[in-house]
């Protein structure tokens, strides 16, 4: 298996542009995580989806982010307007879920984004 | 809310233990652990789903105290590949994990 796949590995932008990262989860797995990483920060739920289906936004910042799962096997997350303070690592994860217990989730290689 | 870890970071010599710390003040379902590598994506380590339930990878193995809301990682006998950042997470109410803040080991010869 390929594992998460997560492109681009590096963004680098100027503030004010779309940015667009996308990931593609384990074949097989149902659940799919966005999160973001910073020094200050650090490792932070943005939202998850089960079967395709947003189940928890409310790790996500405000209204310039927003993500979407058209399938199974693909995801978006999309910053619109950047800022310099969106500069992070931003990671998708997969899994299997079942009920309330989570079981282990595997991250992609992440997506470095620096907006200047 | 995140759950607490510490200490913060501990260096070790090489054959050395450790132990990190995990607390939570909401009731918890599972607590994971997780380790990261500088520039390199979290791996999982191992899940913790029972009160009192002991689990291990190599020469690291957990606890999970379901009444406290505590867990507790254990680094026995630490090698160099055990440096890196290790991440608790924990499962409440509504399936989602919520990691810790992380504790940073280095493993010097």
């Known amino acids: 298996d390929a594992g998460v796949i997560q492109s681009p590995r590096h963004e680098v932008t100027e503030m004010g542009q779309e940015v667009t990262l996308r990931c593609k989860p384990i074949?097989?797995?149902?659940?799919l995580f966005w999160y973001r990483q910073t020094m200050m920060r650090g490792l932070e739920l943005l939202i998850y989806?089960?079967?395709?289906?947003?189940?928890?936004d409310s790790g996500m910042p405000e209204d310039r982010f927003s993500a979407k799962m058209p399938n199974a096997s693909f995801s978006t997350l999309k910053i619109q307007p950047s800022e310099p303070r969106d500069s992070a690592v931003y990671f998708c994860?997969?899994?299997?879920?079942?009920?309330?217990?989570?079981?282990?989730?595997?991250f992609g290689p992440g997506t470095r984004l620096t907006v200047t | 809310q995140q759950p607490v870890q510490s200490p913060q970071a501990v260096i070790l010599r090489e054959g050395e233990d450790a132990v990190i710390n995990c607390s939570s003040s909401?009731?918890?379902?599972?607590v994971h652990w997780y380790r990261q590598k500088h520039g390199e994506a979290p791996i999982f380590l191992m899940i913790?789903?029972?009160?009192?339930e002991q689990k291990g990878h190599d020469k690291i193995s957990a606890s999970f105290n379901e009444k406290k809301q505590q867990s507790s990682l254990y680094l026995t006998a630490s090698q160099l590949s055990y440096s890196g950042t290790y991440f608790c997470?924990?499962?409440?109410?509504?399936?989602?994990?919520?990691f810790g803040g992380g504790t940073r080991v280095l493993v010097k010869p």
């Open positions: 994860a997969s899994s299997l879920t079942g009920g309330p217990i989570t079981y282990e989730q595997y």
């Open positions: 074949s097989g797995h149902n659940s």
């Open positions: 989806f089960n079967n395709n289906v947003p189940i928890d």
């Open positions: 909401k009731a918890l379902y599972s």
């Open positions: 913790l789903l029972k009160g009192g």
């Open positions: 997470g924990t499962v409440s109410a509504g399936n989602k994990l919520t």
